[in-house]
Structure formats: structure tokens, C-alpha cells
């Protein structure tokens, strides 16, 4: 059993998760994984988006932290894990102290952000519409389907958090909203170093970036083409020295944000219907009311307030 301390941010997916844990990854208290997705406790129970990950050098979930000094909280991002079924029996077995933070969003938000990073990287065709991504859902039209159509029904987070939570006690688990990730950094960075016990005074003065933001494209080729572009290059950052692999990182946001404003498509505008918007809140009520009512917090969606 690792004894060793862990932070698993484990969902969900479009939910700020790469930020989160790029804030975290120059903290002195925090020893990051050698991947920011690594899938290790992941058992394919359905295609992902990306590329696979080669583990077949990484024995534990451990050797993952090479150089960690033992005080150190180790933090990994894998926001698949709450959609596994076996992720949490996994973790259990194997790290002996870990914690998790999950990051909810306004489910239909979060299905939107789905539809336009589906677009951006060419998992769906350029013509198929907002509503026709929906329908498709809504009507179960595809078996055993790919991560991009499970968008709609990993919106409702209530059965997926409760696997965790009779796994681990709810000390160990930090329910946060994107929306409060959004509107308060700093606030809501201060809160995970709190539940971790590490110093918050780091993001005094921290230039809060939004890392893989979905936007949409006037290439989507191009787009992939730079996304191959950084994969290609990010195993050897991860064998510099932590100073120069900070200024780096800085140089390429700079270099990804003026890619992505000379790519973006500022004509493509994407809205959902009323009646469809309407027929999702039905869809979701029952599962964020159940949320609400195990985690004891109100979240942060107002058109649900309503219903």
C-alpha cells in the first residue's frame, strides 16, 4: 500500500480541470505527475478522446512522481476517473492517503463546451449541428458510444459522485463548481490548499491563464496539427529543471494564444433551441436535485432554481 499523499482530480471532463491542475504544478508544497492525464487507475471501459498513454514503464501509480520528495502532496488529473466504474475500487486498493477534487458544471454549459471540442478536434463532422448532437443522445441512437457522445448522460453527476463517496469518506472529497473556478481563481485555489494543507500565499499575485479552452476554428486541420505539434514536444520539457520548464510554459501559452485568436472563428455562433434547452432542464433536474441534496450545497446554476 502507497502511503504517500495524493491529490486526484478526478472530473469532470470540460470543467477546468487541465487549468486546475496547471495552477497547482509550481506549487513548492506539490510534486506534479509526469503527465497531467494519465489515466493510470483508467480501465477503457470507453474510448477517449486523444492519444493512449503509454504506461507500460510505470509499475505503480507512484513511479509516476519520480524525484517527489515524501512531504510533498503528489497531484494527477485524470477527469475520466469519475465516469469509471472500476476507477475508485482501483484507487482505493492502491494509495492508502488520497483526496480528490471534482469540478461540476451547469450540465447543459458543460454539454455545449462538448459539442464545440468535438468540432475543434474532428471527433464529429463540420456538419452536423448543435441539435443534431443533442437528438442523437436524447434518442440513444448509438451503441457502446465514443467519449463525445456520452456528454449528454455524464451531465448527470449524482450516481457517478456516489461510487466515490461509498468508497472514501467525505473528508477526502471536495465538491467545487466550475462556475466558482471561473468567477474566483484565486478563491477558489485558496479552498483546495486549505483541503490539502498547503500554503495558499502562492496565488497571491497569480496570472489565473484558461488553459484548453473550446473554441471554434477556421481550420480544424490546423488545430490538430498544433495539438500533435505540443504532444510532440512535452515529453522532453518534463526533463528540464522546474524554473526554465515555468518560463517555458509561460512562452508557449503566449505562442497558443496567438494561434488560437488568428484560428478562431469569431462568425460561428452556437445556441440550442428553447424547446430543446427546455427538454434538457427536464432532463437534468432530478440529478441535480439529488446532487444538491447529497452534497448539501446548492450549486451554482440558476435556470435549474426554477424548475
Not at 480501465?43 to 498513454?53: F, I, P, Q, S, T
Not at 477534487?101 to 478536434?121: G, M, Q, T
Not at 495558499?200 to 500533435?228: C, M, P, W
Amino acid at each position: 500500500m502507497d502511503n504517500n499523499k495524493y491529490l486526484i482530480i478526478g472530473g469532470s471532463t470540460k470543467c477546468g480541470t487541465t487549468s486546475l491542475f496547471h495552477y497547482f504544478e509550481f506549487h513548492s508544497q506539490v510534486c506534479p505527475c509526469t503527465m497531467k492525464e494519465s489515466r493510470y487507475f483508467w480501465n477503457n471501459e470507453y474510448h477517449l478522446a486523444g492519444v493512449e498513454k503509454d504506461l507500460k514503464n510505470y509499475n505503480t501509480f507512484n513511479s509516476l512522481f519520480p524525484k517527489c520528495d515524501s512531504e510533498k502532496i503528489r497531484i494527477e488529473a485524470t477527469p475520466d476517473y469519475l465516469y469509471s466504474p472500476t476507477s475508485a475500487s482501483a484507487i482505493k486498493s492502491e494509495l492508502n492517503n488520497c483526496k480528490f477534487v471534482f469540478i461540476l458544471r451547469d450540465p447543459i454549459e458543460r454539454l455545449l463546451s462538448w459539442y464545440k471540442f468535438a468540432k475543434l478536434n474532428g471527433l464529429i463532422e463540420n456538419n452536423v449541428t448543435v441539435e443534431n448532437y443533442i437528438r442523437t443522445q436524447l434518442d440513444k441512437n448509438i451503441e457502446n458510444p465514443s467519449q463525445e457522445y456520452r456528454s449528454l448522460e455524464q451531465g448527470n453527476y449524482f450516481s457517478y459522485i456516489t461510487e466515490f463517496s461509498k468508497k472514501f469518506s467525505k473528508e477526502n472529497i471536495l465538491i467545487t463548481f466550475y462556475e466558482d473556478l471561473s468567477s474566483d481563481p484565486r478563491n477558489f485555489c485558496t479552498k483546495i490548499c486549505d483541503f490539502i494543507g498547503i500554503n495558499s500565499e502562492y496565488f497571491e499575485g497569480y496570472d489565473f491563464k484558461i488553459f484548453n479552452k473550446s473554441v471554434a476554428t477556421k481550420s480544424v486541420g490546423a488545430h490538430q496539427l498544433f495539438r500533435k505539434f505540443k504532444r510532440s514536444i512535452r515529453p522532453a520539457t518534463r526533463l528540464l529543471h522546474n524554473g526554465f520548464r515555468k518560463q517555458l510554459k509561460n512562452a508557449g501559452y503566449q505562442f497558443e494564444k496567438a494561434y488560437t485568436s488568428a484560428n478562431k472563428n469569431e462568425t460561428e455562433e452556437i445556441s440550442i433551441d428553447p424547446a430543446t434547452y427546455s427538454e434538457l432542464l427536464k432532463y437534468y433536474v432530478q440529478d441535480v436535485n439529488n446532487l444538491q441534496s447529497l452534497i448539501g450545497i446548492v450549486p451554482p446554476w440558476p435556470n435549474f432554481n426554477s424548475i
